[in-house]
């Protein structure tokens, strides 16, 4: 091949790589407008004050409807979900709230990839600490009584993993402030033993009315377990195998797990 023929070959290159960039800025662009467009029979949203407390009859969600307000914690009443709903201006990707205090799982911008937060809002939305995420966000959970925070996100990187999934679980207290980056710091007893394995995963925190007990997915070893968790003593217990994404009811009377 001549050196001619070698400069035509990467000009080429060049071009045809420029064309496929332009057309995937031009498709996200486009993406990105048909995402802030309302669509035609979706639900009347207009922007308003949302708070975590006051209305007992209201339901605060994150909401999907395409338009202006797409993610923003919306609000409707619980009689009427089809009805018009108040939109604030804080946008999550995943959120939960108790008794006054939320988390909000949200992404963070940035030229060359987005990186992920966890937000501690109070009852009027407003923030009032935040902490990095490892990863995607993928669940969100505060205690009954708004003390504590939980947030799961899947993570790379774990040579461990394979092909397979990992994740990471916090816990947060939101009164002092003092984070939990991972579950895998508490003590694990397995078949009453401690039991330690780099592959040990963790995510779906649900919390109990006590502010000391907690309920999540423990994953090791291909094995899915049910696990009991205490705050004051940073100990996790297995109960029960193939179970997995725990749920408390606010009262904690009722529970739902699901089969692996």
């Not at 064309?19 to 207009?46: E, F, M, N, Y």
């Not at 078949?191 to 995510?203: E, I, L, P, Q, S």
């Not at 003593?233 to 994404?245: G, K, Q």
Request: charged share 20%; glycine share 8%.
């Amino acid at each position: 091949m001549t050196l001619r023929t070698r400069i035509l070959v990467l000009i080429s290159a060049l071009v045809v790589l420029a064309g496929v960039a332009t057309a995937s800025v031009l498709h996200a662009s486009a993406r990105a407008d048909q995402r802030d467009r309302a669509q035609p029979g979706g639900p009347r949203i207009t922007a308003g004050t949302v708070a975590l407390t006051g209305d007992s009859g209201r339901l605060i969600f994150r909401n999907m409807a395409w338009g202006p307000h797409r993610d923003e914690l919306t609000t409707v009443q619980a009689s009427d979900p089809a009805g018009p709903r108040t939109a604030s201006t804080v946008k999550c990707l995943r959120f939960h709230a108790a008794s006054g205090t939320g988390v909000c799982l949200r992404a963070v911008h940035g030229t060359v990839q987005d990186t992920y937060r966890a937000v501690v809002l109070d009852a009027h939305l407003h923030e009032t600490a935040h902490y990095d995420v490892p990863g995607i966000p993928s669940r969100a959970r505060v205690s009954p009584s708004g003390r504590f925070a939980a947030w799961t996100a899947f993570v790379g990187g774990d040579s461990y993993a394979g092909t397979n999934f990992s994740t990471r679980a916090a816990i947060v207290d939101t009164r002092t402030g003092k984070l939990t980056p991972s579950l895998e710091a508490y003590r694990i007893v397995k078949d009453g033993r401690t039991y330690r394995a780099a592959d040990v995963n963790f995510w779906g925190v649900t919390f109990a009315a006590d502010d000391r007990a907690f309920y999540a997915t423990l994953a090791t070893r291909g094995r899915t377990y049910l696990v009991r968790g205490d705050l004051h003593t940073r100990t996790v217990t297995t109960l029960h195998t193939n179970v997995e994404c725990p749920s408390l009811s606010p009262t904690a009377r009722t529970s739902r797990t699901r089969s692996a």
